[in-house]
């Protein structure tokens, strides 16, 4: 895909050197937006403008909306008002929202003096639900029908009306008052007589969501139901808009995107890696940093104050690293399996002492794993003393299982407190998991060996 990517973005910059605008239109118009988009990201900023130009007016506004924010800013910037008029008006509610809120204020200041009283009311509309909730990324141009239509004049107004709204394929039947009564499909419309009442044949077992619905669990619900389109209501069960499917994988992308920064300990960005600055990227990832580095200190703490044992056995210093990376590894294989676990709803709290029994079972089949082998290697390998391989056993055999169970336990409390489970995830359950793991270590020894 990348190289046919190149390929395009050469005969582009061919076509644009050569001057042959009237072939570059035709190729470009034979392009779908999201290829347009990406060529366009490529390319140098001063040929965006002309390049845009070129294009169709509505195949234009698909391919801006598919831009990253700062080519679109660029283009703005470059738009008379007619030009940025006529692509507003031809892109959907919800992605001129989404337009609003990326852009600067001077730049927002300038979409919304070129944009129609209707549709700055229907932004203002969307702009004022909470951030991440259902609110803020459906969108209000959906097909609405009434119960005692027939089947020819529902497809009469899909026809007048429906060329304005962001899908057609579900419509949503609703009463006077705009109460959510049921759906019907565009299949079911074309294969049923045209007489047929709508309230006759609609689906009255509607799934929705609230207003206030956070967004990843509807995007959720996507994936459970493989819905089109999902109706979303307010307090009243009013019917106030439609999250689409194209917006649903946006959010389930975005939401991946912040659990795996989250779970490498950096704070999340909206930008892409590479329109990402240096000292952007510094800020997301020094908070953490310093975070861990200084709860870190604990376990040099710890071994400071066993450090005069440590002196009459030495050889117990070489294991440490191996008890603590093996604890660290096993607690974040826990952590990992039960966030994905939290963020699919597949585990409840409810479920913690399941998953703890569970995880312990996991842990002593893993732990006798690695005892037995790194038994044979203390003995054949290392040629310690009994005594020590002993402990160095015995600690591993722990650490293995305090590791599995904090790691599973952790991002489950961290979800009943309304966090999110994505922080409880490797680097700092690997830092719990280390100063248990000096501790147990130094009891065994103390134990055994009498230090």
């Given at each position: 895909?990348?190289?046919?990517?190149?390929?395009?973005?050469?005969?582009?910059?061919?076509?644009?050197?050569?001057?042959?605008?009237?072939?570059?239109?035709?190729?470009?118009?034979?392009?779908?937006?999201?290829?347009?988009?990406?060529?366009?990201?490529?390319?140098?900023?001063?040929?965006?403008?002309?390049?845009?130009?070129?294009?169709?007016?509505?195949?234009?506004?698909?391919?801006?909306?598919?831009?990253?924010?700062?080519?679109?800013?660029?283009?703005?910037?470059?738009?008379?008002?007619?030009?940025?008029?006529?692509?507003?008006?031809?892109?959907?509610?919800?992605?001129?929202?989404?337009?609003?809120?990326?852009?600067?204020?001077?730049?927002?200041?300038?979409?919304?003096?070129?944009?129609?009283?209707?549709?700055r009311?229907?932004?203002?509309?969307?702009?004022?639900?909470?951030?991440?909730?259902?609110?803020?990324?459906?969108?209000?141009?959906?097909?609405?029908?009434?119960?005692?239509?027939?089947?020819?004049?529902?497809?009469?107004r899909?026809?007048?009306?429906?060329?304005?709204?962001?899908?057609?394929?579900?419509?949503?039947?609703?009463?006077?008052?705009?109460?959510?009564?049921?759906?019907?499909?565009?299949?079911?419309?074309?294969?049923?007589?045209?007489?047929?009442?709508?309230?006759?044949?609609?689906?009255?077992?509607?799934?929705?969501?609230?207003?206030?619905?956070?967004?990843?669990?509807?995007?959720?619900?996507?994936?459970?139901?493989g819905?089109?389109?999902l109706?979303?209501?307010?307090?009243?069960?009013?019917?106030?808009?439609i999250?689409?499917?194209?917006?649903?994988?946006?959010?389930?992308?975005?939401?991946?995107?912040?659990?795996?920064?989250?779970?490498?300990?950096?704070?999340?960005?909206?930008?892409?890696?590479?329109?990402?600055?240096?000292?952007?990227?510094?800020?997301?990832?020094?908070?953490?940093?310093?975070i861990?580095?200084?709860?870190?200190?604990?376990?040099?703490?710890?071994?400071?104050?066993?450090?005069?044992?440590?002196?009459?056995?030495?050889?117990?210093?070489?294991?440490?690293p191996?008890?603590?990376?093996?604890?660290?590894?096993?607690?974040?294989?826990?952590?990992?399996?039960?966030?994905?676990?939290?963020?699919?709803?597949?585990?409840?709290?409810?479920?913690?002492?399941?998953?703890?029994?569970?995880?312990?079972?996991?842990?002593?089949?893993?732990?006798?794993?690695?005892?037995a082998?790194?038994?044979?290697?203390?003995?054949?390998?290392?040629?310690?003393?009994?005594?020590?391989?002993?402990?160095?056993?015995?600690?591993?055999?722990?650490?293995?299982?305090?590791?599995?169970?904090?790691?599973?336990?952790?991002?489950?409390?961290?979800?009943?407190?309304?966090?999110?489970?994505?922080?409880?995830?490797?680097?700092?359950?690997?830092?719990?998991?280390d100063?248990?793991?000096?501790?147990?270590?130094?009891?065994?020894?103390?134990?055994?060996?009498?230090?």
């Open positions: 895909m990348a190289d046919v990517q190149t390929s395009l973005y050469q005969v582009i910059q061919s076509l644009l050197e050569s001057k042959k605008y009237s072939t570059l239109r035709d190729m470009l118009s034979t392009l779908n937006p999201v290829d347009i988009a990406a060529v366009f990201q490529d390319l140098p900023e001063l040929s965006l403008p002309l390049l845009f130009r070129l294009l169709p007016k509505e195949l234009a506004a698909d391919a801006f909306v598919e831009m990253d924010e700062d080519a679109q800013e660029l283009l703005i910037k470059g738009f008379s008002d007619r030009e940025l008029k006529d692509v507003v008006n031809e892109l959907y509610v919800d992605d001129a929202v989404d337009l609003v809120e990326e852009m600067p204020a001077s730049v927002v200041k300038r979409i919304l003096q070129q944009t129609s009283p209707d549709m009311k229907m932004i203002n509309e969307i702009l004022k639900y909470p951030e991440d909730s259902a609110g803020s990324i459906m969108t209000i141009e959906y097909v609405s029908l009434r119960p005692k239509m027939t089947v020819d004049e529902a497809l009469q899909i026809r007048r009306t429906g060329v304005d709204k962001e899908t057609i394929y579900t419509c949503y039947v609703t009463s006077e008052d705009r109460r959510l009564l049921g759906i019907v499909t565009a299949k079911s419309l074309l294969l049923t007589p045209g007489d047929a009442r709508i309230e006759d044949i609609m689906e009255d077992n509607v799934i929705s969501v609230n207003t206030f619905t956070d967004q990843e669990q509807v995007a959720l619900m996507f994936n459970k139901y819905f089109l389109a109706p979303v209501v307010d307090q009243e069960d009013r019917l106030v808009g999250v689409t499917v194209d917006d649903a994988i946006d959010v389930m992308t975005e939401e991946t995107t912040e659990d795996i920064e989250k779970m490498a300990a950096i704070v999340p960005s909206d930008k892409p890696y590479l329109k990402t600055g240096i000292f952007a990227t510094y800020r997301q990832r020094i908070p953490w940093l310093l861990l580095m200084i709860s870190a200190t604990f376990t040099g703490l710890i071994i400071q104050s066993f450090e005069s044992a440590l002196a009459v056995v030495p050889a117990l210093i070489a294991f440490i191996m008890l603590m990376d093996s604890g660290g590894n096993s607690g974040s294989q826990a952590s990992v399996t039960v966030i994905r676990g939290l963020s699919l709803n597949e585990i409840e709290f409810s479920d913690l002492p399941r998953v703890l029994w569970k995880e312990f079972r996991v842990a002593i089949l893993c732990s006798a794993t690695l005892v082998a790194n038994f044979v290697k203390l003995l054949l390998i290392d040629r310690v003393s009994l005594q020590v391989d002993l402990v160095v056993c015995l600690t591993l055999f722990c650490v293995i299982i305090i590791a599995k169970l904090v790691g599973c336990s952790l991002p489950m409390f961290a979800k009943k407190l309304k966090l999110d489970p994505a922080v409880m995830a490797s680097p700092f359950i690997t830092t719990i998991v100063a248990l793991a000096l501790l147990t270590y130094f009891a065994i020894a103390a134990t055994i060996i009498g230090l």
